[in-house]
């Protein structure tokens, strides 16, 4: 299967308009499109009720996961059910499967690196934080012990691992993801983990348990010779 993934558009009408020409080709290119979540900037029904037009006419089946910035305005729930709706299949704790392969996603949620995980200890608000972060890790557990399938390929916003985070600036790292999930990935094993927010990053990393991680945030697959808005992984 040819997955063309991407993720953060933070859809306006200006920014789409960069992308809609070589976005045409991916129904050419692709079998299937993933959207790691960001698809808009401030989580409005208005902003993904245009992005669904522009998206609808790629005519190419899609899976998306959720970002932070889908959840800016409260209307996530609205968001998930017109992406539904127009026959987007979105991860939210759940799997799904297609020609032989799995899909596991979720947004997921921060909390740091290695050693520097953030840990239940102290303030009530810490503990909050930390066990926001553990649900969510818990909701991709469960989409994970749903499949069967022989290849799994997990899809969230926040990364897995500190490697595709490198380039933005180090005080940001632990909002940039989690280690705890690629503990989890590791767990279950996948062929492939698909994740964007870290518009800096890096493409490419590997969790402990070799399980290879793709940063496929739109501001870096723009930046590579030649520019194109997504980027094809043959599983
Ligand atoms: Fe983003
Ligand atoms: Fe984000």
Redesign the pocket.
Same mark, same amino acid.
């Given at each position: 299967m040819r997955i063309a993934a991407t !993720? =953060?558009l @933070?859809y306006s009408p200006q920014s789409y308009d960069k992308i809609r020409e070589p976005f045409t080709r991916v129904r050419d290119e692709a079998d299937v499109l993933v959207i790691a979540g =960001?698809l808009t900037n401030y989580g409005k029904a208005e902003e993904m009720h245009s992005l669904l037009n522009a998206l609808v006419r790629l005519r190419i089946p899609i899976i998306a996961v959720l970002?932070n #910035?889908d959840y800016e305005s409260g209307q996530e729930q609205e968001l998930i059910k017109m992406m539904t709706t127009e026959g987007i299949k979105v991860l939210d704790g759940s799997s799904y499967e297609r020609d032989g392969i799995g899909f596991a996603g979720t947004k997921v949620f921060v909390g740091g690196f290695g050693r520097g995980v953030l840990t239940a200890f102290g303030e009530k608000e810490v503990k909050a934080f930390v066990q926001a972060s553990i649900d969510e890790t818990m909701k991709l557990e469960r989409a994970l012990s749903m499949l069967r399938t022989e290849k799994i390929v997990i899809v969230t916003h926040y990364s897995p691992v500190v490697e595709t985070v490198r380039g933005e600036p180090t005080e940001i790292w632990p909002y940039l993801g989690s280690s705890r999930l690629a503990e989890v990935i590791d767990r279950h094993g996948a062929v492939a983990a698909i994740h964007? @927010?870290a #518009?800096h990053g890096q493409p490419e990393g590997k969790t402990t348990g070799g399980v290879p991680v793709h940063n496929v !945030?739109l501001s870096l697959l723009m930046a590579q010779q030649p520019p194109k808005p997504y980027r094809v992984l043959e599983i």
């Open positions: !993720a =953060d @933070h =960001d970002g #910035h964007g @927010h #518009h !945030a």
